[in-house]
């Protein structure tokens, strides 16, 4: 089954969101569903039964901390937009992530280079206007979002289907 560990979005930060992705909305970008958003801590992809097991026997609890989301940004770069992101700031969280991938690195998972917290808020399958794009994301490369508290990490299942990708808890920490 196919695997990732996240932080959750409260509702009304999704709201904002859902909002604000209206004003990137283009043909050819692929927005991710409100209730979908949330912070990806660690993809693990396709995972067995028993990798599974190991998994729920770690122990990833966290300490609560405050995460700012704001900035809009881009992976790959502004020339080769693939996915469109808002950033996550916190003091631990990027510990956060590495403790995470540290764990999982003991049971096999490939460690990440490096770590960008972020929430992915589309997908650029193809753009016609890339310049009417740029200008956007230029636009709104201060937004800001506000900041929560998060308490828990979460492992989810993921289940691709041709609308969209479905989750669903396994566990929280």
């Known amino acids: ?6 932080i959750d979005i409260p509702e009304e930060l999704k709201e904002k969101i859902a909002n604000f992705q209206k004003q990137i909305k283009m043909k050819g970008i692929k927005l991710v569903e409100k209730e ?3 912070i990806t801590v660690k993809f693990l992809g396709d995972v067995d039964e028993n990798l599974l097991n190991e998994i729920l026997d770690l122990d990833l609890s966290i300490k609560p901390i405050k995460i700012k989301l ?3 940004n881009v992976f790959p770069n502004m020339n080769y937009i693939r996915v469109i992101w808002i950033g996550a700031y916190g003091d631990n969280l990027i510990k956060i992530f590495e403790d ?10 490939k460690k990440e280079r ?5 929430l992915t ?7 016609e206007n890339k310049k009417q794009l740029k200008d956007k994301i230029e636009k709104f490369k201060d937004i800001d979002f506000g900041e929560f508290e998060a308490k828990k990490l979460k492992l989810y299942k993921s289940t691709l289907t041709p609308s969209g990708p479905i989750y669903e808890v396994i566990k929280e920490w």
Do not use: C, S, T
């Open 1 to 6: 089954m196919r695997l990732f560990i996240a």
């Open 36 to 38: 979908n958003l949330h």
């Open 70 to 72: 704001n900035q809009l």
């Open 100 to 109: 995470v991938d540290k764990k999982l690195a003991n049971l096999g998972f």
């Open 114 to 118: 490096e770590y960008v917290p972020h």
């Open 121 to 127: 808020i589309g997908r650029v399958k193809f753009i």
